[in-house]
């Protein structure tokens, strides 16, 4: 087996473990067996369990920015009003972090766990770096434009690890309750 297929093999094991089980509970042991590989796999390819984690976390975030990416290309200044391109932003990011909840809750962990702040946090805006000269036309040129989509992200994935532990319905209320707050909490930065 190649080197490649044998990184994607766990960088998915990573991916599916970590959503069952949570990132301290991912054992290289776990996730060797769970890609159906030997565990020196893990230290040959990648060096360790915690560089597996970030390359894991980076395989999703750069499809998540070039989803993004995509989307906003067609959104970001269009004929619509601000708030109009803002909601198609907001549903964006929603649909995409609910519509694998696997790769969601893999995501959402990471996100929020030590690893990254400590491995990835500074990397991550280079990642995001044509996400954000689009969206920064919908923000006042005075605006930290990074920060704000930060915070957005951060009200999305906290909403989001509601519907995932079934603590709030996933449903339209809910998409329109959450967006109604984002979009009052930035109002006062968009243009």
């Keep these: 087996m190649r080197t490649e297929d044998m990184q994607i093999k766990l960088i998915k094991s ?3 473990t970590i959503s069952e089980v949570g990132i ?3 054992t290289t042991k776990l996730l060797a067996t769970n890609a159906g590989l030997n565990e020196v796999y893990i230290y040959r390819i990648f060096g360790g369990k915690e560089e597996l984690f970030k390359e894991s976390f ?3 975030d750069k499809q998540f920015a070039s989803h993004l990416l995509k989307c906003f290309k067609t959104t970001v200044g269009s004929s619509n009003t601000i708030k109009e391109n803002f909601r198609k932003i907001f549903s964006q990011i929603w649909n995409f972090t609910l519509n694998d909840k696997e790769k969601c809750s893999f995501f959402i962990r990471y996100y929020y ?6 491995e990835y946090s500074d990397y991550r805006e280079k990642i995001y770096h044509k996400v954000i000269l689009l969206i920064k036309k919908l923000f006042k040129d005075d605006a930290d434009t990074w920060l704000l989509f ?3 992200l951060d009200v999305i994935f906290s909403s989001a690890v509601k519907v995932l532990r079934d603590e709030i319905p996933n449903n339209r209320e809910t998409e329109e309750n959450i967006f109604s707050f984002l979009y009052a909490a930035l109002e006062p930065h968009l243009k």
């Design 24 to 26: 301290d509970r991912a």
């Design 58 to 60: 980076l395989y999703i």
């Design 113 to 118: 766990s030590r690893y990254y702040i400590k």
């Design 14 to 16: 990573t991916i599916h």
């Design 150 to 152: 930060n915070y957005m």
